[in-house]
């Protein structure tokens, strides 16, 4: 996907698997001392440098991501899924003015790490595809899976639940909220989409 105009501009990243996941080792993780966070906290996803509000929710076990358009598809064989995460939803990106959140759409494409049924009260189960993405929290890289749905009519783009809390390490401090004592490296709405750009053309003369 390119960029049609300044009125309507969208951001697409497509991010193969190679440059998505960066794994971590078992050891690594129980190495990791624990650290206590607040019940919302920062996050930036590590592809793209895209920050979100986060709820951490010791109810849901899986984490999940504001994601529409869900599309599965095949690659190489394997079952991949392709997403996107309009900005002006939740308008977390700081700007410089130069640009609306309503005009920048970002799109990805991940391998299905496996699909969840959901049942909802009043209403049929849902299907939600989960992938495995990278993000940063409190000045430390993470790695989980996060299921795909839409959230845009919820207070935060993302939610972390106890999967995460258990593997890192983490506590939750339920009467606090941004309690992270380091901040994670993230670009304004204008750098993320110069930085889309610069990597367009470069795909698009590798000289």
Request: aromatic share 8%; glycine share 4%.
């Amino acid at each position: 996907m390119s960029f049609v105009n300044r009125a309507l501009l969208t951001a697409a990243l497509v991010l193969s698997s190679s440059m998505s996941v960066s794994a971590e080792t078992d050891e690594k993780k129980d190495q990791r001392p624990p650290e206590t966070l607040g019940y919302v906290e920062w996050v930036v996803m590590q592809d793209t440098s895209l920050r979100l509000k986060a709820r951490l929710d010791t109810g849901a076990k899986t984490s999940s991501l504001h994601a529409v358009n869900v599309e599965p598809f095949e690659k190489d064989g394997q079952e991949w899924v392709s997403f996107q995460i309009p900005l002006g939803d939740h308008e977390d990106q700081p700007t410089e003015g130069e640009l609306d959140h309503e005009d920048v759409i970002l799109e990805f494409e991940r391998p299905v790490e496996r699909t969840v049924l959901v049942k909802r009260k009043g209403a049929p189960s849902q299907k939600r595809y989960v992938v495995v993405m990278d993000f940063c929290i409190a000045g430390t890289t993470h790695t989980t899976q996060f299921s795909l749905t839409d959230r845009g009519k919820f207070s935060y783009p993302a939610l972390l639940g106890r999967r995460f809390m258990r593997d890192d390490n983490i506590l939750i401090d339920s009467a606090d909220a941004f309690m992270a004592e380091k901040e994670c490296e993230y670009m304004t709405l204008e750098e993320l989409v110069e930085n889309y750009q610069n990597q367009l053309a470069e795909e698009q003369d590798p000289s």
